[in-house]
């Protein structure tokens, strides 16, 4: 990348309740139904006795035409598969969970002829918090979210329903090394913008038009130091109230949808 940047950045902190799942799971009507839609490798369903009503239909509907497993249990079984109660009586098992490449992500930018937008989810642990960043970041038409292989939630159940069934729309792939993944965006011409609270100039000032990857730090601890010195610019959200911090899911989609609005997307 060249010398010439963009002029540049109160950034990310989150309240966190740890929800260890396990990945492979879909919990809940809404994450079951798009992951039907959107094609996903469904090894089998499991529902409740008891819920045979509303959009469980047509979920059933959808996996009879797919020819994908049914079976009826009891609602301790689907507590014990999903790792949360809140499964709305029915759960489907994934064949795997399907991580990309950040070339892929990258890639689909260039098929669509679009200016590539990456969030980066740093260490991100409340898998409520990283299903929201995956939802908001499919809703602001980002190409891919990445988040690292060994620290942070990966795409549990609890993180497939909160995203709203997003995580089967959206490119996501898994980085050893978050550090390096920042390098390999940066050698595709993205410039990398890290939301943080200690960042003197504000996210309003800055020009966020052309290819943007977006950092956002995990909850409490912010950006990594060396993910923050890795960023070409820090920028912050400025903040009028007494509490310092917003909720890593709320700076993200704030800062998503201020290039939205700078791109001038319709």
């Given at each position: 990348?060249?010398?010439?940047?963009?002029?540049?950045?109160?950034?990310?902190?989150?309240?966190?309740?740890?929800?260890?799942?396990?990945?492979?799971?879909?919990?809940?009507?809404?994450?079951?139904?798009?992951?039907?839609?959107?094609?996903?490798?469904?090894?089998?369903?499991?529902?409740?006795?008891?819920?045979?009503?509303?959009?469980?239909?047509?979920?059933?509907?959808?996996?009879?035409?797919?020819?994908?497993?049914?079976?009826?249990?009891?609602?301790?079984?689907?507590?014990?598969?999903?790792?949360?109660?809140?499964?709305?009586?029915?759960?489907?098992?994934?064949?795997?969970?399907?991580?990309?490449?950040?070339?892929?992500?990258?890639?689909?930018?260039?098929?669509?002829?679009?200016?590539?937008?990456?969030?980066?989810?740093?260490?991100?642990?409340?898998?409520?918090?990283?299903?929201?960043?995956?939802?908001?970041?499919?809703?602001?038409?980002?190409?891919?979210?990445?988040?690292?292989?060994?620290r942070g939630t990966g795409v549990t159940p609890a993180v497939t329903k909160a995203s709203a069934g997003a995580v089967f729309h959206m490119k996501i792939a898994k980085a050893v090394n978050l550090a390096q993944a920042l390098d390999e965006l940066k050698q595709g011409g993205l410039w990398v913008y890290g939301a943080d609270g200690g960042a003197e100039r504000s996210l309003y000032e800055t020009d966020l038009s052309g290819p943007a990857a977006v950092?956002?730090?995990?909850?409490?601890?912010?950006?990594?130091?060396?993910?923050?010195?890795?960023?070409?610019?820090?920028?912050?959200?400025?903040?009028?109230?007494?509490?310092?911090?917003?909720?890593?899911?709320?700076?993200?989609?704030?800062?998503?949808?201020?290039?939205?609005?700078?791109?001038?997307?319709?």
């Open positions: 990348m060249d010398a010439k940047r963009p002029a540049a950045g109160r950034g990310t902190r989150a309240d966190t309740a740890v929800n260890q799942t396990r990945e492979g799971v879909i919990a809940g009507r809404n994450g079951v139904l798009e992951a039907l839609k959107g094609g996903a490798a469904i090894e089998k369903i499991y529902v409740s006795k008891t819920e045979k009503e509303g959009s469980i239909i047509r979920i059933l509907a959808l996996a009879r035409e797919r020819r994908i497993v049914v079976a009826e249990c009891d609602r301790v079984k689907l507590d014990f598969l999903c790792g949360i109660k809140t499964h709305q009586g029915i759960a489907a098992t994934l064949q795997q969970t399907e991580y990309c490449e950040i070339a892929d992500i990258l890639a689909l930018a260039r098929e669509r002829g679009e200016t590539p937008l990456v969030v980066i989810a740093d260490e991100i642990e409340d898998p409520y918090n990283l299903g929201a960043i995956i939802r908001t970041a499919e809703c602001a038409g980002a190409h891919g979210v990445i988040i690292p292989k060994h950092v956002i730090g995990s909850e409490g601890r912010g950006i990594g130091r060396l993910l923050r010195e890795k960023c070409d610019f820090l920028v912050s959200i400025p903040l009028g109230g007494r509490v310092n911090s917003l909720n890593a899911s709320v700076a993200a989609g704030i800062v998503l949808f201020e290039i939205v609005r700078q791109r001038g997307v319709k």
